[in-house]
């Protein structure tokens, strides 16, 4: 694909993993865990072909309202992603810029001297 044809920056809106799940009678933890690993899959492919800027909106004020047993499971779920991307050494021109009220979010989960 030309570099000039694609866009410098895309935007995704992580939406419909737990849903997916419910559809297919997954636990909403494996939902969530799809959703992950296909972002990392177009977070990768997206460095590949050349685009400069991917926003991922991934977690709103909205989710803090679901039970504390799905909150944590994904504050778990983002921990672990990034602590292996941190640990990989493999940043291949990505940086991560949290953006938004993170205020809620602990140290240990958003390790915020690594971005």
């Known amino acids: 694909m030309e570099e000039k044809l694609l866009p410098q920056h895309i935007a995704i809106i992580m939406d419909g993993n ?3 799940a ?4 997954l636990d909403y933890r494996l939902g969530h865990k799809e959703g992950a690993e296909n972002l990392k899959r177009i977070a990768k492919y997206a ?15 909205e989710n803090w309202k679901r039970t504390k047993e799905e909150v944590g499971a994904l504050m778990i779920l983002l921990q672990k992603y990034l602590e292996e991307f941190l640990s990989s050494n493999d940043f291949n021109n990505i940086k991560i810029n949290v953006l938004g009220d993170i205020c809620r979010f602990t140290d240990f989960t958003l390790p915020r001297t690594r971005f």
């Not at 419910?22 to 009678?25: L, M, Q, S």
């Not at 460095?47 to 004020?61: D, H, M, P, Q, R």
């Open 18 to 20: 737990r849903r997916w």
């Open 22 to 25: 419910r559809e297919k009678g």
């Open 47 to 61: 460095n590949e072909i050349g685009i400069k800027y991917l926003t991922v909106y991934a977690f709103s004020t």
